[in-house]
């Protein structure tokens, strides 16, 4: 039986020191790599680069594949205008505390304080923290410019899609991310996205152009990028227009989960 096994996240943290247990488990999972895997598939640069240095560049080759995306999808998404009120900030993603939601909330207390009431931060899915999230704002009474949409179905993310003209995406160092999927469709939607390097790699050139780098875990970092994007159009039409750039794969079938599973599965029956 041959083994190619999937990666969608990443295998270890970059922020925390691993403990006893983990340090084992990654020996093992090195192993499994090294021994088992006839190859592997991985999602972006940053989980090849742990698998790589786990199996210190003895595991069989690592292939990169990129998630696909309609094109149609994203034709029917209009530019975003600069100057039209309120400034839409869009998360996009779980209800869970690791995603940021409660930074967030922060964030839009201290824009509120700040006079910044043309700044609306939306928030659209469904999670744990939900309920407790709601709360939260009814208590600071900000639900003007912190709007929870909850769950939404197609037709309701596209139409705040269409009133957005930012994303954010503030996972924090507790939760691992691999591959963002918010920020490839921010991207591809033609808006900018705020993150930290939790989701974006300093060595994934083809988002970089559209992307504003905070610190992680910081909501003054994440304020001030979403005030300088706001009030200052000639940044903010730089971040716009370098959204598309190198985002060609991800509407690619060559480049695909599929297709990269096709080349090795062929590779295999051919070599063994």
Not at 63 to 71: C, D, N, S
Not at 209 to 234: H, Q
Request: proline fraction near 5%; charged fraction near 20%.
């Amino acid at each position: 039986m041959k083994l190619i096994p999937t990666l969608h996240c990443n295998l270890k943290s970059r922020f925390r020191p691993l403990s006893a247990a983990q340090k084992l488990i990654q020996f093992m999972n090195a192993m499994f790599f090294i021994r088992k895997a006839s190859a592997i598939m991985s999602v972006s640069p940053s989980v090849t680069e742990q698998i790589e240095g786990m199996t210190y560049a003895m595991a069989s080759p690592v292939h990169r594949f990129y998630q696909l995306y309609r094109r149609k999808y994203f034709e029917c998404i209009n530019p975003p205008i600069h100057h039209n009120k309120p400034f839409n900030i869009l998360f996009v993603g779980r209800m869970e505390t690791d995603k940021g939601i409660f930074d967030l909330l922060q964030i839009a207390r201290d824009l509120r304080e700040k006079g910044h009431t043309d700044i609306v931060i939306n928030l659209c899915g469904g999670g744990s923290e939900e309920t407790g999230l709601r709360m939260a704002a009814s208590a600071y009474g900000i639900e003007e410019t912190f709007r929870i949409h909850g769950f939404c179905r197609q037709d309701e993310m596209l139409e705040h899609i269409n009133n957005s003209h930012a994303f954010i995406v503030p996972t924090r160092t507790t939760f691992e991310e691999g591959y963002n999927k918010a920020l490839v469709e921010g991207l591809l939607s033609g808006r900018p996205v705020i993150t930290s390097i939790v989701c974006a790699y300093p060595h994934l050139e083809e988002l970089n152009s559209g992307i504003i780098l905070v610190p992680p875990d910081e909501t003054e970092g994440y304020r001030e990028a979403i005030e300088r994007l706001a009030y200052d159009s000639a940044f903010y039409a730089e971040k716009q227009n370098g959204t598309q750039r190198g985002m060609e794969p991800f509407f690619d079938p060559a480049c695909s989960w599929q297709a990269v599973l096709e080349r090795i599965i062929t590779n295999i029956r051919k070599h063994g």
